[in-house]
C-alpha cells in the first residue's frame, strides 16, 4: 500500500505462496467502508490479472517459452500456458487423421 493523502490506496499484491509480487494496472484508493473497498480490491485484482494475461499472450509469440515463464506473472502464465497447451491439443486431435505425426508436432510446439 502506498499512502496518498490520508487514505491509502493499494497497487498491488503479494502472492500467499512463494515470493512473487503483482503490480496492478490500476491503482484503488481504499475509500469509505471495508466492506465496500474489499469488493474494490476483489475487481481490480481481477481485472489487472486479466489486463496483464492479455499482455502475456501477446508476448508469448515474442518471446523463448523459457524467457516468458521466467518473467511473467505466475498466475498468468499458467492460465496461458494450459489454454494455449489445449488448443494445440485440440487442433492436433482435428489433424490426425491426415497427420499422423499431429500430436509430436503439437508436444514440439510447446517446448
Known amino acids: ?8 490506496a493499494a497497487v498491488g499484491m503479494h502472492t500467499n505462496v512463494g ?4 503490480e496492478w494496472t490500476t491503482v484503488l484508493k481504499l475509500m469509505g467502508k471495508v466492506e465496500t473497498y474489499m469488493q474494490d480490491v476483489i475487481d481490480t485484482m481481477r481485472s489487472s490479472l486479466k489486463d496483464i494475461a492479455g499482455t502475456l499472450l501477446k508476448q ?4 523463448s517459452k523459457f524467457d516468458w515463464i521466467k518473467d ?14 489445449t488448443r494445440d491439443v485440440e487442433e492436433a486431435f482435428k489433424k490426425l487423421a491426415s497427420n499422423p505425426n499431429a500430436m509430436q508436432e503439437a508436444h514440439v510446439h510447446q517446448c
Open 60 to 63: 508469448l509469440s515474442e518471446k
Open 19 to 22: 515470493s512473487e509480487y503483482v
Open 1 to 8: 500500500m502506498k499512502e496518498e493523502g490520508v487514505r491509502p
Open 72 to 85: 511473467g506473472v505466475a498466475q498468468a502464465v499458467l492460465l496461458i500456458n494450459i489454454l494455449t497447451w
